[in-house]
Structures are given as C-alpha cells and as structure tokens.
C-alpha cells in the first residue's frame, strides 16, 4: 500500500488521526509515518510499527527529506500562532517541500469559509489552500468546524461564575468532536477520491450560545446565564480577566464570526467520511460534564 505520512503526529488531532488509520480503516502500520519536530515523542507509535520521522515545519530542508517516498501526505496545520504570518510561512514550506519531492496527493486541515471568515487566522488556511492548489498536485482540504473540546476554554470559568459573556449574538455553530473529526481524516486518507476535494467537517446540528447553555446546564446541574456584550465590551472584560493581550483578538473573533453567521454549517461529510455517526452536543457535554466543571 502506498505511505502516508501525518504531520503533527504528536498532537491530539495527529494521533488520533493515525489511531484511526490503524484500528478502523485496517491500513497497516508499516504504510504509515507519523511525523513531528521531535521523533523521541513518538516511541509509543513506533512501537507499534509506524514509521517516526523528523517534520520540522521552520526547517524546508528536513521537510524534503521527511516527505519522500510519500503517496499521501497529511498537513496538519501548525499552532504558530503568536507570531503573525509565522504559520502561512511554515504550511507554504511544506507544501512547496511536497511538490519538489512528488507527493502524491495532498490533505490539509482548515476552516470553514475561509474566503470570508472573521477568525484572525483566517488567511493562514486560506493562503495554504492556494498555495497547495497552485502545486497542481491532486488535494482533499478538510475545512474544519470548531471542536466541541475548545468549549473547555469558555466554560469551566463561565460555570464558576455563573456568567457566560459572548458575543455571538444569535448566531450558530455546529460544533463536532475532534475524534469525529480524526475518523473523517482517517477515511479519506485511506480511501482517497481521485478529484481534488474540499469537505466542511461539522456537526449534525448547529447551536446558538444560549441554546448550548440550556444543555449545559442540563448536563452539570449548574446555573449559567448567558450574558449578551459586544465585541468591545467581551474584548475588556478578557483584559479584565488577565488573558494575554496578543490573543485577545483572536478570541473575539471567534464570536464575531458566529455573530456574522459563518458557522452555521450542517451537512454529512464527516459522517461520510467515517462511515460513523457523530457525537452529539447532547452526549458530550455528559460524558464531559466533571471536566467542565472544573
């Protein structure tokens, strides 16, 4: 079988990509590389027969060594994110390394509506995707909803307060877990179309804030009331609260975006992918619910 290679293997998503590769598509270990900046982190994967590589994204050398004789190469993008621009300039790295070298086909994760999206990092996807599209090179791009784990940034502070400040407004979002997202990844990996290929990954339903409070509540037996600011006020009250100062604008962007309506996204690809169906809102938020408390 061809190699696949997935950068980031290390990571949450990355392992858990390479997990489902193994245990659910039957793909052998030994067609797989999992690929991070530090090989010693992965003796658990190699263990089990995957290949370790070194993929230093900072490092375009290490990048053409690392991705030859690779058929299908997963980037993951990276979580450079402090230094403005940093993170389009490594994703270009890797995607011009896979071209010199040949890489079969190439897959990405992104976001959702990148074109337009108010998320900060926006145009580090956006750019990535023209940069892989211009390789000419054959791609899947997986526009990726927001996780149902980054609620674990919001909530456990909003439950011990009892307030939940947003500015979201009305606007909704199909969260999808990040397992749900690696069993999507995984499938089209192991069973490539042979188009190139953009799918949204989201949830089967989309929220607003207030509605996903109501299930909050429901799931940890907690008052929350959602309190309604804009993205001024939300961006003082952060100040307020001692978030670092540089990421104050990305985590307003986040509402804003599902203010403006750029999460609402439903359809089936990640349960496509899969062959699987998804977790729900609902359900994770039970099975969650002592770590949202926390």
């Not at 621009?85 to 992104?110: M, N």
């Not at 953009?198 to 207030?210: A, M, P, S």
């Amino acid at each position: 079988m061809s190699k696949i290679l997935v950068t980031g293997a290390s990571g949450k998503l990355g392992s858990l990509v390479i997990d489902n590769l193994i245990a659910k598509q039957g793909v052998a270990p030994a067609d797989i590389v999992a690929g991070t900046r530090d090989p010693s982190k992965l003796s658990a994967l190699a263990a089990r027969g995957v290949e370790a590589r070194k993929v230093d994204f900072d490092d375009p050398a290490s990048l053409e060594t690392a991705f030859k004789g690779i058929d299908r190469l997963l980037i993951i993008s990276t979580d450079e994110l402090a230094t403005p621009g940093k993170r389009l300039v490594q994703h270009k790295a890797a995607v011009e390394a896979a071209r010199k070298v040949g890489v079969g086909r190439l897959f990405y994760t992104s976001l959702p509506n990148p074109e337009t999206s108010k998320v900060t990092f926006a145009p580090d996807h956006l750019g990535t995707e023209e940069a892989i599209k211009a390789t000419g090179l054959p791609y899947t791009i997986f526009r990726n909803s927001w996780y149902m784990e980054n609620l674990f940034m919001a909530l456990p502070a909003a439950l011990g307060s009892g307030h939940w400040y947003t500015a979201s407004g009305q606007g909704r979002i199909g969260h999808i877990a990040r397992g749900d997202i690696a069993k999507a990844i995984a499938g089209a990996l192991a069973k490539p179309v042979s188009e190139s290929v953009i799918y949204t990954l989201t949830g089967e339903k989309t929220y607003t804030t207030d509605e996903i409070a109501a299930l909050v509540r429901e799931a940890t037996g907690k008052p929350l009331a959602v309190v309604h600011v804009t993205d001024e006020q939300l961006a003082a009250g952060m100040a307020g609260a001692g978030v670092p100062a540089p990421f104050i604008p990305t985590f307003v962007s986040f509402d804003t975006n599902i203010r403006e309506g750029l999460f609402d996204i439903v359809n089936n690809d990640a349960e496509k992918l899969s062959g699987e169906k998804l977790v729900q809102l609902k359900d994770f938020l039970l099975e969650n619910k002592a770590a949202l408390s926390a």
